[in-house]
């Protein structure tokens, strides 16, 4: 038999439980119960199974996972298929000196944990062309709002409104809307193609997709003038691998930039989150939310590093504050700042190109598939210039063309009836752009492709040429991180002669517990993993190690899938239909509509946004005749404990 769970996780029992009753007043073990849950909820336990022991939980989870089948996603909109270099994957994802990273509460003992963090942050100043850079957010879409209420902190004479971009990616807009609503925000559409200055009056910003989610690739330099002509700030959400090649937004006159550091080496994990950046230029340094590493000198006159400007986190400033110190994601940008390390300037360029190339063949090999009509061509692929999404126009065939795609393993992502967006990526094959071209013919009832080997002659010759990308944008500002690594005690295999990359892809297969990076963290934190395994962070329990073994598990956390969309639903989000058919079979005869309770965790100014936002629907739940409504709320990690507030 092995261990089971509950005896590895902590909780109340005995003595603890009886003081914790004394203290809150309590006579009878269920009465907090009683009024923080529904009466339907309390009318006895379920019939559950038996429960498992660990491995076996673990196996079963394994089990579930294998029940998806991903396919091959090309939806883009800021979620890209990635290759993890597995001096990555070994070294940092595997390793618990690196995966119980959480909140450095000391972080002057993780010395090794914030130069890594450093090295994220010197690595995105540089790709955006901006002087200072955060150590990570949480994902695009919530940097995108602190983009947003950066820019109102900033605004004065009481500015409340926030232009945007209309091809924005959809997961934004809907993260922004949320924030915007509950501070009075008035969001506006604003078109770059087609501006119009009307949208920037009363506005404290400007926020522009860079590349938009159907691929439009505009310059920056026309927004940034006309935003600063109408006072308000610019802030760009910018690919990162694409500035690997374009004009950087500082260098086009942006005030902020933020995106997702995903396609840096970090699988998709069934959507994320994953680590977000933001950069911003010098003026605006104290706005800056989030954690930022600074570098300064010890007692002795050697380097150290440090937390700086801390004064903005909740824990000191409260409901004032403008960061946040648990939105950061430490692990995950940690490995894309060594994804940047592990290929350097000219290996980010090179993946880059290649990744342009195929969007490239693969716009011509479609614009010359389709056949005219008295509306117009039946496939029309938006033209100029692009990175690596395309926006191709079916009339009336669009869900057509993702349901080919879906029989032969593609996820493309159906805009609307008669259009699908597509991107290339790193992992892009020929045979994934061969099945492109013969997805669009099967659905817009052409032949399948011809030549050769069934390979669209116009793919193979496209995918030949050295590209560049479209004319008229500049070289980026990528260049200073030049040589193997930013710093020595950084490299992968740092003082040493190490392995051939070729090695280094062949010794997956070796199994043994450590690998190529040295048994210490970056900058000589420990000498030995197991004791710098909770270094000055709160860490991963017992329990939650042993789950993370299910992270690499073939169609697990790690696989390069997405919550699914339309035909495609049932192939990637098997997981999770099975286990509602679970709870089905539990027969759980709660009238649940008749009573909600909501349970709220939130710290600082993200705390007072939520329970804004949160009053807002609560009124409407109460207006539009639903049930009895309970709130509780959670003060949470570096406040001291408010209890359970209840109506």
Not at 336 to 354: E, F, K, N, Q
Not at 363 to 389: N, Q, W, Y
Not at 549 to 574: F, I
Not at 625 to 640: L, N, P, Q, S, Y
């Amino acid at each position: 038999m092995g261990e089971r769970f509950t005896s590895r996780h902590l909780g109340l029992a005995g003595d603890s439980a009886a003081h914790v009753r004394r203290v809150l007043g309590l006579g009878e073990g269920q009465r907090i119960m009683e009024k923080a849950l529904p009466a339907p909820l309390r009318a006895g336990p379920p019939e559950l199974p038996p429960p498992l022991s660990e491995a076996a939980a673990i196996e079963r989870l394994a089990e579930l996972a294998g029940l998806n089948t991903p396919g091959r996603p090309m939806i883009g909109l800021g979620y890209y298929r990635t290759i993890t270099p597995s001096v990555l994957r070994r070294g940092i994802m595997e390793n618990p000196s690196w995966y119980t990273a959480y909140t450095p509460y000391q972080p002057e003992i993780s010395q090794g944990r914030l130069e890594a963090l450093f090295v994220f942050q010197t690595m995105i100043s540089e790709l955006t062309g901006l002087p200072v850079a955060n150590a990570s957010l949480l994902d695009e879409a919530t940097a995108a709002a602190e983009a947003m209420l950066l820019c109102h902190r900033v605004a004065r004479g009481g500015r409340s409104r926030f232009a945007l971009d209309v091809d924005v990616f959809p997961q934004v807009r809907a993260v922004l809307e949320t924030r915007a609503e509950p501070l009075g925000i008035e969001l506006v559409d604003f078109d770059p193609e087609a501006p119009d200055a009307s949208a920037l009056e009363g506005a404290a910003g400007l926020y522009i997709q860079y590349q938009g989610a159907s691929g439009r690739l505009a310059g920056l330099g026309p927004a940034a003038e006309m935003a600063h002509g109408a006072g308000a700030l610019l802030a760009v959400g910018a690919d990162p691998l694409m500035l690997a090649l374009v004009q950087s937004p500082g260098a086009a006159g942006a005030d902020v930039a933020v995106g997702s550091t995903q396609r840096f080496g970090v699988p998709m994990g069934f959507g994320g989150p994953h680590a977000a950046y933001m950069a911003v230029r010098q003026q605006l340094v104290r706005q800056l939310p989030g954690r930022l590493v600074g570098l300064s000198r010890d007692a002795q006159g050697d380097p150290a590093l440090r937390l700086a400007l801390v004064t903005r986190e909740q824990h000191i400033r409260r409901d004032k504050a403008t960061s946040n110190v648990c939105t950061a994601q430490v692990l995950l940008a940690v490995m894309a700042a060594m994804y940047g390390v592990w290929h350097g300037p000219d290996g980010l360029r090179r993946i880059a190109t290649g990744v342009n190339a195929a969007a490239e063949g693969l716009r011509k090999a479609l614009d010359g598939i389709g056949h005219k009509t008295a509306a117009g061509p039946s496939v029309e692929v938006r033209p100029g210039p692009m990175f690596d999404t395309l926006a191709v126009r079916v009339p009336g065939r669009a869900e057509a063309v993702v349901e080919a795609a879906n029989g032969l393993g593609l996820k493309l992502w159906l805009h609307d009836a008669d259009t699908v967006y597509l991107s290339t990526d790193e992992a892009t094959t020929t045979q994934d752009l061969v099945d492109v071209v013969n997805s669009f013919r099967a659905g817009c009832g052409l032949e399948s492709a011809g030549g050769g080997d069934g390979e669209p002659d116009a793919v193979l010759a496209v995918l030949k040429e050295d590209r560049q990308i479209g004319a008229g944008l500049d070289a980026a500002n990528f260049g200073s991180l030049g040589g193997c690594c930013p710093t020595p005690s950084a490299c992968v295999d740092a003082g040493g002669a190490g392995l051939s990359p070729a090695e280094t892809q062949q010794t997956n297969t070796v199994g043994a517990p450590g690998g190529l990076l040295p048994d210490r963290l970056p900058g000589g934190c420990c000498p030995t993993p197991s004791a710098c395994v909770d270094a000055g962070g709160a860490g991963l329990s017992p329990a939650e190690t042993q789950q993370a073994d299910t992270v690499g598990a073939p169609g697990g956390l790690l696989s390069d899938r997405l919550p699914g969309q339309g035909p495609g639903l049932l192939h990637v989000d098997a997981y999770r239909l099975e286990t509602l058919a679970q709870l089905d079979d539990l027969d759980l005869d709660t009238e649940l509509e008749e009573a909600v309770t909501v349970v709220e965790w939130g710290m600082g100014m993200a705390e007072q946004l939520s329970q804004d936002r949160l009053e807002i629907q609560l009124d409407r739940a109460r207006g539009a005749g639903g049930g009895e409504v309970r709130r509780a709320t959670v003060r949470g990690v570096g406040e001291r404990w408010r209890g359970v507030a209840l109506p």
